[in-house]
């Protein structure tokens, strides 16, 4: 059962670098979310997608950029890394709402420094 | 506006204590989800409890139990004879049925249960 999987689980960029963070679900949840986490904070949501074709920004998507080409991967690409995008990066894919089941199941995070 | 108040940061309490963590929601949506997960120290999310907006039953399930009021907007959380295993941020979430079911986090309370 592999669920949310995300890569890397820690990673360093120098400030300017860019990478792409993968995750990729195997339960076909058509939902797919990707949340930051700041040290002693809640987690603040940066894109969604309700669908292959389709995502929206959340509270915080300034610096970042998401694809949703399959159903089960939604990568989430930061452009320029910066200082303040130092983070926990969690990835999250669900039901659609309305479903029996709209519980959200998350990856193991990837840890993000820039420096 | 959405919001989630998770009033108390930090909370410690002896081993066999009584705890309970408070959650108080703001939304103007008549249809709506809520979550309680726990991050312990390895940092992933635990899915704890879902609850929506129609179903105010309170629900117990082992030590842990729910308390749904919607005339308050309070979705507590009580742990009965805590253990140090309970040891964790826990996190309260508003999951927003109409807005393809992103999730509002509270800031996360601290749970300290010392033996």
């Known amino acids: 059962n592999a669920g949310v999987t995300q890569t890397p689980k820690f990673r360093i960029l120098k400030i300017g670098q860019s990478m792409t963070l993968q995750c990729t679900q195997d339960?076909?949840?058509?939902?797919m979310y990707w949340y930051r986490q700041d040290p002693g904070m809640g987690l603040k949501l940066i894109y969604y997608?309700?669908?292959?074709?389709?995502?929206d920004k959340g509270e915080v998507p300034n610096g970042y950029n998401v694809s949703r080409s399959t159903t089960e991967d939604f990568p989430l690409r930061l452009e320029l890394a910066a200082p303040s995008q130092t983070s926990v990066y969690f990835c999250?894919?669900?039901?659609?709402?309305?479903?029996?089941?709209?519980?959200?199941?998350f990856g193991q995070g990837t840890r993000l420094t820039v420096v | 506006a959405q919001k989630v108040t998770q009033a108390q940061t930090e909370i410690s309490v002896v081993e066999k204590e009584d705890v309970t963590l408070d959650c108080v929601y703001e939304?103007?949506?008549?249809?709506?989800?809520l979550f309680w997960y726990k991050q312990p120290p390895s940092g992933e999310l635990v899915f704890l409890i879902r609850r929506n907006s129609f179903d105010e039953q309170n629900e117990i399930s082992g030590r842990y139990s729910w308390n749904f009021q919607k005339s308050t907007s309070s979705f507590n959380f009580t742990i009965t004879a805590s253990q140090v295993v309970d040891s964790a941020v826990y996190f309260c979430?508003?999951?927003?049925?109409?807005?393809?079911?992103?999730?509002?986090f509270g800031q996360g309370t601290e749970l300290s249960v010392k033996p």
């Open positions: 339960m076909n949840h058509n939902y």
């Open positions: 997608s309700v669908g292959a074709g389709i995502t």
């Open positions: 939304t103007r949506d008549t249809t709506y989800y």
């Open positions: 999250a894919s669900s039901y659609p709402s309305g479903s029996a089941n709209t519980e959200a199941f």
């Open positions: 979430a508003l999951g927003l049925y109409n807005q393809g079911g992103k999730l509002i």
